[in-house]
């Protein structure tokens, strides 16, 4: 099961990066992102859940395929999370972990004004470490301590808004569909903002 769902991750990659090729080497549009997130675990959990912040940074694409709809690839780090709060022999903890990604989204974007712009599409993201913050376990790599899946899917929905022909902003909301570990039945959630230039 484990071997044909890397088979099945790595089939996403490979379809993603022909079709991203294309808009990140394109002369049309490309440049550099960089921006904040916050994030959490959604899923099974008897632990209340809350968010954690981290960083995104990276590279993109865009390519017009017909007026007013574009094809954006992107090569980003990002940095996912949460934070658990749990009771232990009656003191309440918090953990937090973070999660380190290399990702990989394909979007698919509508101009809704000559400024504003909706778009949505995929991702799929390789785990590069975890780290966790609770008082008697170490804060270095935890990825195989806790059995993390170093593979992630998921969906993207957001708005972008162009301040001039080389300046953006956008606001995206990323869901996760791949549980964290075999035993562990939550997945990514985050929000994140970022700001865009053009070259």
Known sequence: MKKTKQIKFWMIIL??????????MSETNFGMKA???TSKFTGESTLENADSMGATMGI????SIMNGVSIIGELNLTQRGGTQHQEVDGSKYSATYNLN???LPILLSVNVTNRLGVYAGGYA??????????PGYPSNDVTDMFNFNKDDYGTIIGISYDID?????DLRLTQGQESLTPDFKMSNQSFSFSANKSF
């Open 35 to 37: 921006g904040l997130t």
């Open 125 to 134: 993201a390789k785990l590069l470490d975890a780290g966790l913050k609770f």
């Open 15 to 24: 379809t993603m990066s022909i079709w991203g090729s294309s808009s990140i």
């Open 101 to 103: 990604y290399v990702e």
């Open 165 to 169: 022909s080389s300046f953006s902003f």
């Open 60 to 63: 993109f694409g865009k390519q």
